[in-house]
């Protein structure tokens, strides 16, 4: 797996939706469990999704349960992750991750691949 490129960041009000997409690089996409995670200024990166390799399996935060959607295209070799009611607290930097096998964790440490990530910022 080569490269991950994140976007559709921006600044929403809160209560509003954004889609995140993460196009990746490389010809086995399908092989690999990919994650969303995210990092506020002054916090850890911490887990926000994940998807299995062929997308049949998905697992989330608690704080984004019912709200985020994870979601892949293999043919397209994309990730997305669908925002709903965001929250001011929902403000970071968005990363998207690749795990070189077919099952997520939510370990940030085991994921092998990562992208630049992009930005989210909820006002209230």
């Known amino acids: 797996q080569g490269q991950l490129v994140e976007s559709g960041g921006g600044l929403v009000q809160a209560g509003g939706s954004l889609r995140l997409s993460c196009a990746a690089s490389g010809r086995t996409f399908s092989r690999y469990a990919m994650g969303w995670f995210r990092q506020a200024p002054g916090k850890e990166r911490e887990f926000v999704a994940a998807?299995?390799?062929?997308?049949?399996?998905?697992y989330y935060a608690d704080s984004v349960k019912g709200r985020f959607t994870i979601s892949r295209h293999n043919a397209q070799n994309t990730v997305y992750l669908q925002m709903n009611s965001l929250k001011p607290e929902d403000t970071a930097l968005y990363y998207c991750?690749?795990?070189?096998?077919?099952?997520?964790?939510?370990?940030?440490?085991?994921?092998?691949?990562w992208g630049q990530g992009t930005q989210v910022t909820v006002s209230s």
């Open positions: 998807i299995s390799a062929s997308g049949g399996s998905t």
């Open positions: 991750a690749a795990r070189g096998t077919t099952w997520y964790v939510t370990a940030p440490e085991e994921y092998h691949y």
